[in-house]
């Protein structure tokens, strides 16, 4: 078990403070890695890093806006300033608007696409010269399964999970030489707060997926925890 022992190691994942964020969180506090979390919604704060207290390393909290470039670089070097480096980043931090593609207005394009895939890539560049400086390091970008299929009622979120796949395997190909891995995960009918509204509409989305998957049920948070761990 050696292989998923993280003691000693630093991570940061943004949109931390709940849902699939909040759930990697804690596995990666379980193998032992100091955390920080890291968000927009102050008032979740407190209840996440109770959650991974006691669990491992040491958790901290960090207030910040991902799709602004001078508070991810704020982030980051708050995170080594109070956990004495970084090792991992869980680029987690998304958001949806669920539409006809027809019905979205270019304000919110750009919402989504400054959410789900520019605050990857400010992310990823701002971790960059830490973990280069220390030797390595992992990244672990969040897809989803609409990475590899359209969906109608939310276009714009599916073409920004797109874009997290390819900017992943950019970013693989060109920091290999730096020894800094970087992997993508994509999941599926995730039981989250982003998808709240979803389920409890009158289109019968949450009856439809429970039909259609093998296990009869939504997946839960902390089910991507092993996934996140083994790549960290």
């Known amino acids: 078990m050696e292989l998923f022992d993280l003691r000693g190691k630093v991570a940061l994942v ?14 990666l506090a379980q193998a032992g890695a100091h955390v920080a979390i890291a968000g927009r919604n102050t008032a979740k704060h407190s209840a996440a890093l109770d959650a991974l207290t006691g669990l491992g390393g040491q958790a901290i909290n960090i207030v910040a806006d991902v799709t602004d470039a001078a508070d991810v670089r704020r982030m980051v070097a708050v995170t080594v300033e109070r956990l004495g480096g970084l090792d991992i980043l869980i680029a987690n931090a998304g958001m949806n608007i669920r539409k006809a593609p027809q019905d979205y207005t270019i304000e919110e394009w750009r919402q989504i696409v400054d959410t789900n895939l520019t605050s990857v890539f400010a992310c990823c560049q701002a971790v960059y010269p830490e973990m280069q400086r220390r030797g390595g390091g992992k990244i672990v970008t969040i897809g989803s ?10 276009s714009v979120y599916a073409a920004t999970k797109g874009g997290v796949v390819q900017l992943t395997q950019s970013l693989a190909m060109a920091w290999a030489k730096d020894n800094i891995q970087v992997n993508s995960i994509l999941p599926g009918w995730i039981e989250t707060d982003l998808n709240k509204a979803a389920r409890e509409g009158p289109n019968g989305i949450k009856e439809r997926v429970v039909q259609r998957t093998p296990a009869g049920r939504w997946g839960q948070p902390g089910e991507l925890a092993g996934a996140a761990a083994g790549r960290s």
Not at 14 to 27: E, M, S
Not at 146 to 151: I, R
């Open 14 to 27: 943004t949109g931390g403070n709940g849902g699939i964020g909040l759930g990697i969180a804690r596995g």
């Open 145 to 154: 399964m609409t990475s590899l299929f359209g969906f109608g009622i939310a």
